[in-house]
């Protein structure tokens, strides 16, 4: 892929009508969620779709999330059941992600669904994503703005260390709160289930709905088309449940413990979750070629945690 130039915009109103401009052309914009920076392209136009799979040198199989303004402009593109409306309304704008059947002639492209009959949605929480989507005013398709397999971006930097000359522009929104991807509820079947751990707790969705949620069992099935196993992947290799760390390895640690970079000294899965990329990214930078993680427990935004650092320590190709 030839190389082009990669602006990087400001986050106030002459920034955000660029990057929507850039969109209107059929070019690739990276811009900040509260999850992390999304890669975004018009969900309506196959070639700025195409492109955003041609940077991220990602699979084609694997459907993208479509971004919207609000839960009004999702009734344009989706079915949405009770259960679904009721997740919509508690959670959104927020970090959760849901798969709807898709409605007949909603002008999405089919790069985006990979020809799937579902859409997974989302209208993010983060006040640039919001000015973006709204000055735009249509459909943004976006994945993470990694290259495929690597770590998930929480600042500008992280993306332009990843897909400088490959995309149009950033908005540069600062670091992403959360820190981790979304939840995905399917809803687009009878029970509603999570395909994905994520940004917005289970133990929170299922009191929301008052019933328990199917999750995936084995994290060594791809239950969403994306779940990949090896993924998240920093450049060492990745030891999880580490007790204790050996001499040769960086260890990257969780309560209170001595390791050279800490997820959250005082045990706080909220902050851990929204140093987990950021801290990987520091890791690759340090040169670390053996990597000792501390137990995370496996509730609340653990679970997501634990989701990633299993696709960071799982064998790759
Ligand atoms: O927080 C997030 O979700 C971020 C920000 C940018 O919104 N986005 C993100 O996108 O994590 P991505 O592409 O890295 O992950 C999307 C996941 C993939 O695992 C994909 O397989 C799944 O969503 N997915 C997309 N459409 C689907 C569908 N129709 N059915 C099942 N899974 C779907
Ligand atoms: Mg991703």
Known sequence: MSQIETVILKPDTNG????????????????????????????????????IYAAKGRPSFNPLIVHLADVAAVHNYCEISDVAQRLAAAFWPG????????????GISKLVTAGLDTLAVRVPDHVVAQNLLAEFGGPVAAPSANPSGRISPTTAAHVIAGLSGKIDAIVDGG?????????????????????????????ALEACLGMALATPSDPTTPTSPGQLLSHYAPQGSVRLNARHFDAHETGLGFGAVDAQLNLSPSGDLVEAAANLFA???????????????SPIPD???????NDRLKRAAAPRD
């Open 16 to 51: 955000i009508a660029e990057a929507a401009l850039v969109f209107w052309r059929g070019g690739l914009v990276a811009f900040p969620t509260e999850t992390v920076y999304g890669l975004g392209a018009d969900a309506r136009n196959d070639v700025a779709v195409a492109k």
């Open 95 to 106: 970090a959760m992600t849901l798969v709807l059947p898709l409605l007949q002639d909603a």
């Open 175 to 203: 670091t992403c709160g959360v820190g981790v991807e979304s939840t995905i509820v399917d809803c687009s079947g009878p029970v509603p289930c999570i395909l994905r751990a994520g940004g917005i707790p289970t133990e």
């Open 279 to 293: 801290m990987l990214h520091r890791l690759d930078a340090m040169g670390a070629t053996a990597i000792a993680v």
């Open 299 to 305: 509730h609340g935004l653990g679970r997501a945690i």
